[in-house]
């Protein structure tokens, strides 16, 4: 009661069969459904590891027939099935570099890994200096007013959300694209408040 973890809201029920399929190496039968997809599709699963991220467990693994991994959401699985069959993991996976260039479980391709800049601005510097926002953070300036960091990562869905989350005492920099992604972000939070209730 006086060490506390932050519930995890869903999904929990397929952590130990997730674990012993992990420590047996066996494959998994999984039924999963996506956010906004209807049909839920069934997969062969080679486990490689769990993590979490927010307040999520993800299962990450291969499906079969696939050469890359695949992030699954525990609590979007809908059925887990530990199979007989065993399988040989790829020694050339390494999970503890799988998510290297993100923040996060969102490995989009449709990103490169590029080098960002930004601008923390007021008390968030210290609390960005103290918790980097990426491993890959490093400070360049440091004024009276503001630190400037350089991270080098992929710039998806999770790292603008997590810009966004710092609200004003943050601002990107470079590049262009993003800049202009994150200020079209917040324009659009700004027209939701525009609106009479």
């Keep these: 009661k006086r060490i506390l973890f932050e519930e995890t809201p869903g999904g929990m029920d397929y952590m130990s069969p997730a674990i012993e399929a992990l420590s047996k190496s066996r494959v998994i039968y999984m039924t999963y459904r996506r956010f906004n997809f209807s ?18 467990w993800y299962l990450v693994g291969k499906i079969q027939g696939n050469d890359s991994l695949t992030v699954f ?3 979007r699985i809908e059925s887990l ?10 020694a050339s996976i390494n ?15 449709d990103y ?33 007013e503001y630190s400037d960091y350089e991270l080098i990562l992929r710039p998806e869905y999770e790292f603008q959300r997590e ?18 992604e994150i200020k079209w972000l917040a324009e659009e939070t700004a027209k939701r408040y525009a609106i009479e209730k």
């Design 39 to 56: 049909e839920a599709v069934e997969h062969t699963v080679e486990p490689y590891g769990l993590k979490q991220s927010g307040r999520r």
């Design 112 to 144: 490169d890994s590029i080098k960002v800049a930004i601008r923390v601005f007021g008390r968030q510097r210290a609390y960005v200096e103290s918790l980097p926002l990426h491993k890959s953070q490093r400070l360049v300036t440091n004024t009276s």
């Design 73 to 75: 959401a525990l609590d």
């Design 163 to 180: 810009i966004l989350r710092l609200g004003p005492d943050v601002e990107v920099l470079s590049p262009d694209w993003l800049r202009e």
């Design 95 to 109: 999970l503890d570099t799988f998510f290297d260039e993100v923040i996060g479980v969102n490995v989009d391709d």
């Design 81 to 90: 099935d530990i199979s007989d069959t065993t399988f040989e993991t790829d």
